[in-house]
């Protein structure tokens, strides 16, 4: 019986590499690697098996002990092939990472997006639980979500679908990173709210997340510290975004009718006040008898949802036949 499996994250700016307990899910050893500099196929290859060696070094684990290597990716994937599609952040394109990493440990790999990923860790071991109709919306950057329909991901025609993000909510409105104008994720997301703090400074307002950051990198935590503080700036792009977040939301409800919305996300996680007034609001803009039966909750998994959630892929894709 093999005991472990490792679960990977393969994000934008870090590889996190972790041996996982089986039977407990648990994290016994991780690796985290930095991908900042290191761009395009053949390093990001060479940065993903380094950690991986390390691992195996650290944990004193042995090949054999190994049911699966999963690999959740920011990005677009070929979940059957096991062939990573296109991640922008990583300048990669088509590679067969299922087949390489295969070939070099000789171990089953699998593949999956990190929203995916972060699905499915839920669905087995969250927030999810126990639930058969969910809707996940994971806030941060950007906005990603999926579909769970009766205990299962819903993947669409060409396996992008749930793309809530990317919404049209002004027909006229801002430019998305996808290219199209007034996707919510233009208006709901943290890089939204960033923008137009920014916007707002430019213009000669002024506000106290200056004083926490040089303005230019605004994360949460500075964001989180002026809303505590009552920053007026910081608050009214704030409930500007949870006014189309919860719009957004809404119409989801009213489309899917899910029994449960499981929300997470690094804006989402880091600041209440976002998570409970975005819920209020969804459920008075949603129709009232749609939404009746919908439950709220956050994600559980947080920051290790994308290595737990590779980890299970596995047995996600085994059951879920
Ligand atoms: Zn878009």
Known sequence: MKKYNIGIDLGGTKVLCALIEKETNKILFSVKKKTKKEKGNKKVFTKLTEAIDELFEISKTDKDEISSI????????????????????????????KKEIEEKYNIKTYLANDVEAATIAELLLGAGKGYKNILCV???????????IDGKIYHGATGSAGELGHVVVDLNGRSCNCGAAGCL???????A????????????RSSIITEFC?????????????????DEVVSQFVNEAIE?????????????????????????QGIDEIYLKTI??????????????????KAQLEDYSGVIGASLIEEYRLCKK
């Open 185 to 191: 994720e233009a208006y709901a997301s943290r890089s």
């Open 244 to 268: 189309y977040l919860s719009g957004g939301l809404a119409s989801a409800i009213n489309f899917f009718n899910p029994e449960l919305v499981i929300l997470g996300g690094g804006l989402i």
């Open 70 to 97: 999963g690999i959740a990716i920011a990005g677009q994937v070929d979940r059957k092939e096991g062939i990573l599609i296109n991640a922008c952040n990583l300048q990669c394109k088509n590679l067969n990472l």
């Open 280 to 297: 209020r609001l969804a459920k008075n803009k949603a129709l009232s008898i749609t939404s009746s039966k919908t439950e709220f909750k």
């Open 138 to 148: 994971f806030v941060g950057t950007g906005i990603g979500s999926c579909l769970v």
């Open 193 to 204: 709210i960033e923008s137009r703090i920014q916007g707002a400074i430019k213009k000669g």
């Open 214 to 230: 040089d303005g230019q990198n605004i994360s949460t935590k500075h964001i989180k510290k002026s809303l505590d503080a009552h």
